[in-house]
């Protein structure tokens, strides 16, 4: 019995010593971390990643409320559930990818980036640096800018998206591209 004791007590110590947490498992490290229970009924994600995070963490709610209403609920509602993480350095826009990929990202659902300032650099960098095996996982657009401007994301943007989105999940279904005349104008 106590052979069993030190064993399950050596079992748990490693178990315990190898959980290791991001700071992305916590809501507070996203300006806008949406439901994954909506999967099913949202085609399509959206990274969103805005201008000097960190260093500015007083203006956080505001931010936060420009990446709602610039961005997120609006603009793509139905179209993309939206993910804006809070990102001040390469780091920690890998840790924010490895999370999404990790606990909202299904194989072949499409996704895009959207990137402004500082922040659109770190994910502009992101996607050079992973290119190949984003676009196996479904990455279909990005776009950037390198300021923080209040209309970056545009109707024709919006538009440009979902084709891009229409497109992948045709292919996805059928295997073939999508022919033009299926495209809604």
């Known amino acids: 019995m106590k052979i069993v004791t030190q064993f399950a007590l050596a079992a748990l110590t490693l178990l315990l010593g190898c959980h290791t947490t991001s700071p992305y498992d916590y809501v507070e ?12 009924a949202i085609p399509s994600d959206l990274i969103y990643v805005q201008n000097d995070l960190y260093t500015k963490l007083a203006n956080v709610s505001m931010m936060q409320d420009y990446a709602r209403m ?32 990790k606990y909202h990202h299904k194989k072949d659902r499409p996704f895009i980036f959207i990137g402004e300032g500082e922040g659109g650099r770190l994910l502009k960098e992101y996607e050079a640096d992973n290119a190949s095996s984003l676009k196996k996982k ?17 109707p024709e943007m919006v538009e440009k998206i979902k084709e891009a989105v229409a497109r992948a999940r045709f292919k996805r279904i059928w295997d073939k591209e999508m022919p033009e005349e299926m495209l809604s104008k």
């Open 29 to 40: 490290n996203w300006l806008i971390r949406d439901d994954p229970v909506r999967a099913f």
């Open 70 to 101: 610039e961005v997120g609920y609006g603009k793509f509602s139905g179209l993309a559930r939206v993910f804006s993480p809070l990102v001040a350095s390469s780091d920690d826009m890998e840790a924010a990818m490895k999370w999404y990929f």
């Open 138 to 154: 479904g990455l279909v657009a990005s776009f950037y800018t390198d300021e923080h401007r209040k209309g970056f994301v545009t």
